[in-house]
């Protein structure tokens, strides 16, 4: 595979930025593969994203930062220079439902996540058999109603010892804590059925059943204190109609689910989305 830095920038919209950052690369020999930007006038905000190929560079990231910083600082950026050499340590949760799972873990075998998976966390034993069967560890981690913060203390410790950079949601259904949605914000990634609040609780497909709804959907998005309110990723539908049954809902909406969620997944891995505010400008 290619060797590229990626640089991704928000900031003030003003003038000379494009120029100023792509002769900065320029001057340093580096050979731009792919680049976007984007103007939010409401917002007066500038977001850009630049593939650029390492070895046309000649220099290490820590040192391409350094040389990067007075611009940052003229433009007053946030900014990161990521190296796709050093992957992702993503950790997986999971609890019955484990279409989404089971899908990631194929496509992380057929190398379409660009990651390296340092463990599964669930609070069943369900899925231990096939998650250790991809050499990838298991933890199981119970969540009892009258004493959840022990349970999720040790998913703390588990996802600290992992040294995971980013956790994904496929289909836990327990609600994070505040701690650990401030610990990983814009690092936590969850998907759900956009029957949300409309279909809240139990058995949402069997309520859009009822309602005879023609569209059923799922969001993936960055996990927040507020309880499916982060800023959205990716989003997708598909249509039904008086002819479907409940069960064939579940399984369209499971099929959107898993789809939505690992492009999410995949474009987060590739440092294709930036967080402004509560809304996310993704460059895919």
Known sequence: MSHYYRLVVSCPDRLGIVARVSNFIAGHGGSITEASQHSDLEAGRFFMRYEILADSVGMPPEALREAFAPIADEFEMTWALTDTRQRRRVVLMVS??????????????????????????????????????????????????????????????????????????????????????????????????????????????????????????????????????????????????????????VRFGRDVEKAVLARGLRWHLEDRVLIHGNKTVVFA
Not at 133 to 144: A, T
Request: net charge negative; proline share 5%.
């Open 96 to 249: 019955r439902e484990t279409h989404c799972l089971v899908d990631l873990l194929y496509r992380w075998t057929a190398q379409e996540l660009d990651c390296d998976i340092a463990g599964v966390i669930s609070n069943h034993e369900d899925m231990r058999g096939l998650v250790e069967w991809h050499g990838i560890p298991y933890h199981h981690v119970p969540v009892k109603a009258d004493d959840k913060q022990a349970a999720f203390d040790e998913v703390q410790r588990l996802v600290d010892e992992a040294r995971a950079d980013c956790v994904v949601l496929a289909r836990y259904m327990q609600i994070m804590p505040t701690a650990l949605c401030q610990r990983f914000q814009g690092r936590m990634i969850n998907i759900h059925h956009s029957f949300l609040p409309s279909f809240a609780g139990a058995r949402p497909y069997h309520q859009a059943h009822q309602r005879g709804v023609k569209l059923i959907g799922a969001t993936c998005h960055y996990v927040t204190e507020e309880l499916d309110a982060g800023p959205i990723i990716e989003q997708d539908i598909h249509r039904v109609s008086h002819c479907h049954t409940p069960n064939d809902l």
